[in-house]
């Protein structure tokens, strides 16, 4: 997902005109919130039964620590993006945005627009709307099995056992509507500015064995971490909402 994210990116620069374009590389701050991140277990206890204290058993039983990624709190990312001019005082954009956190990741593509408000050829004032798609992934490192309990871990969606790899993976739509201050400098440079609103739903969330089998969270295989073999009932789910800033760079 990330690297399908990076090549749309680059092939719809790469058909910018570069004369008429206006680049911008820079930073982005905004928050993170969140729901249901608990943790849990993943089980095949529906193929094999539950594991029982008296009786050999062939049960295998993995336990997810979700509780300890959660994503909430501000985040820092980088943005770039490039602007072409459409008609009149109209551009539109292309930006990818990227945050790195110490438990979860996020990237989104927006398309959108910049109406310019003002623009005295040196300082600008535009309203930029985005649209766009944002990604969230968390890494959980490599699987452990639960003591006493037998490997692998056979699923209806794929089987998996110690030292595969485990993570999350969430994605959904994004709004950003900013106000965006632009100054020009000589030779093409200049710095712009967007202060404005956030609304980024990240959803239907995937637990991901080596990035190939997918687990989805209602999954019979999801249950609670009493060892029992009850449906878990958490959808994580991760939002962007509220205010976002960026300031970058830009040249022509």
């Known amino acids: 997902m990330k690297k399908s994210i990076l090549l749309l990116l680059l092939g719809l620069s790469g058909s910018l005109n570069a004369q008429d374009t206006q680049f911008y590389l820079g930073i982005l701050s905004s928050s993170m919130t969140s729901s249901d991140f608990g943790n849990f277990h993943i089980s095949d ?17 993995v336990h997810v620590p979700l509780g300890d990624y959660d994503p909430a709190g501000p985040t820092i990312g980088g943005v770039l993006g490039a602007e072409v001019p459409l008609a009149g005082n109209v551009d539109a954009l292309l930006e990818f945005q990227v945050a790195i956190g110490s438990v979860a990741d996020s990237y989104g593509l927006f398309g959108g627009s ?18 766009g798609y944002m990604v969230a992934t968390a890494d959980f490192g490599a699987i ?7 490997p692998p871990v056979e699923i209806p969606e794929g089987t998996f ?8 993976d969430m994605s959904g739509p994004s709004i950003q509507i900013g106000i965006t201050p632009s100054l020009k400098f000589s030779g093409g440079f200049g710095i712009m500015a967007q202060l404005g609103y956030d609304l980024s739903l990240a959803k239907d969330p995937k637990i991901l064995v080596n990035d190939e089998i997918e687990i989805p969270m209602d999954s019979q295989a999801v249950v609670k971490p009493d060892l029992s073999g009850t449906q878990a009932g958490i959808r994580p789910s991760v939002v962007v909402s509220g205010l976002y800033f960026q300031v970058a760079i830009i040249w022509q």
Do not use: H, M
């Open 45 to 61: 206890w529906g193929e094999y039964g539950l594991r029982s204290e008296n009786e050999a058993n062939v049960e295998g039983r």
């Open 161 to 168: 056992t110690n030292g595969d790899s485990l993570s999350l």
């Open 144 to 150: 452990e099995l639960i003591d006493g309990y037998i």
């Open 114 to 131: 910049t109406v310019r408000l003002i623009d005295t050829g040196i300082f600008s004032l535009g309203l930029s709307p985005k649209v």
